[in-house]
């Protein structure tokens, strides 16, 4: 089952219905249509964010989502604010992070600085790096070292 390639004039004409293919959920997966990357430049999805997405971050996501829920929907000066002053070590990885997602947002889609905000973040579990520390008589503990993948969607206020 091949999906057909459209053409730019195609896609164009069919406009309204390729949006409303997308934005309507599938009703077993709950998932939206995917688009390839031509079709969502054509039809300009994505021009009205910013993303930034990190990913294999030496730092459990577990610690990371802590920091985050302090900062969704907060506007992008308050959350740089919460960041800077905020004693975890996920700050510092989320401060550079927002950096990354305004930068994204303001030269990419032209936004304006002044009505961004956190839209989305959030931080899924990475591949974990199994070691082993010796113990005594012989014996080995594993130690875990987990990563996290994290993505932040900054976005304009109405």
Same mark, same amino acid.
């Given at each position: 089952?091949?999906?057909?390639?459209?053409?730019?004039?195609?896609?164009? /004409?069919?406009?309204?219905?390729?949006?409303? !293919?997308?934005?309507? /959920? @599938?009703?077993?997966?709950?998932?939206?249509?995917?688009?390839?990357?031509k079709?969502?430049?054509?039809? %300009? *999805?994505?021009?009205?964010? %910013?993303?930034?997405?990190? /990913?294999?971050?030496r =730092?459990?996501? #577990?610690?990371?989502? *802590?920091?985050?829920?302090? =900062?969704?929907?907060? %506007?992008?000066?308050?959350? &740089?604010g =919460?960041?800077?002053?905020?004693?975890k070590?996920?700050? !510092?990885?989320? &401060?550079?992070?927002?950096?990354?997602?305004?930068?994204?947002?303001v030269?990419?889609?032209?936004?304006? @600085?002044?009505?961004?905000?956190i839209?989305?973040?959030?931080?899924?579990?990475?591949?974990?790096?199994?070691? =082993?520390?010796p113990?005594?008589? %012989?014996r080995?503990?594993?130690?875990?070292? #987990?990563?996290? @993948?994290?993505?932040?969607?900054?976005?304009?206020?109405?």
């Open positions: 089952m091949e999906k057909k390639v459209l053409s730019k004039e195609e896609l164009l /004409k069919n406009k309204d219905q390729i949006l409303a !293919e997308q934005n309507a /959920k @599938h009703t077993k997966s709950n998932k939206p249509a995917l688009l390839t990357k079709e969502r430049k054509v039809l %300009g *999805i994505g021009k009205d964010e %910013g993303r930034a997405v990190l /990913k294999y971050a =730092i459990s996501s #577990r610690k990371v989502k *802590i920091v985050l829920d302090l =900062i969704k929907n907060k %506007g992008i000066d308050e959350a &740089y =919460i960041l800077k002053f905020t004693p070590a996920a700050s !510092e990885v989320l &401060y550079k992070l927002l950096k990354s997602a305004e930068a994204n947002a030269n990419n889609n032209s936004l304006n @600085h002044d009505n961004l905000f839209a989305e973040a959030f931080a899924t579990q990475g591949p974990t790096l199994k070691r =082993i520390m113990r005594a008589q %012989g080995a503990f594993k130690i875990q070292k #987990r990563t996290s @993948h994290i993505t932040l969607v900054v976005k304009e206020r109405e």
